[in-house]
């Protein structure tokens, strides 16, 4: 079992940046991908960014493409999300999550972090 825990969230200004971690343990080995995911208020959870265990490539949905970049620390075994040119459509709860798939879907993954509230309001 995989154990995800978020960090970082808060409140910034749009135009502002901010940086996610998700630390990992347990049974670290058992996933081939993580990603984030987020929520807004009153909307469906949907996807954000993804990474692959095994060669590190990422993916990015288009309302973040540009702005956000999503990296891997493997000796920490922790995902970060760098979010730079914050807008207020980017409030929501943001979620880590696994999944032994190659890719992420959110019906796919497997294990989820409690999430991080991020607020980007003047």
């Known amino acids: 079992q995989v154990q995800l825990v978020e960090s970082g969230g808060g409140l910034v200004q749009p135009g502002g940046s901010l940086r996610l971690s998700c630390a990992a343990s347990?049974?670290?080995?058992?996933?081939?991908?993580i990603g984030w995911f987020r929520q807004a208020p009153g909307k469906i959870r949907e996807g954000v960014s993804c990474?692959?265990?095994?060669?590190?490539?990422?993916d990015y949905e288009d309302p973040v493409k540009g702005r956000f970049t999503i990296s891997r620390d493997v000796a920490k075994d922790t995902v970060y999300l760098q979010m730079n040119s914050l807008k207020p459509e980017d409030t929501a709860v943001y979620y880590c999550?696994?999944?032994?798939?190659?890719?992420?879907?959110?019906?796919?993954?497997?294990?989820w972090g409690r999430g991080t509230l991020v607020t980007v309001s003047s």
């Open positions: 347990g049974s670290t080995l058992d996933y081939s991908a």
């Open positions: 999550a696994t999944t032994t798939r190659a890719y992420c879907t959110l019906s796919g993954m497997d294990h």
């Open positions: 990474i692959t265990v095994s060669d590190g490539s990422t």
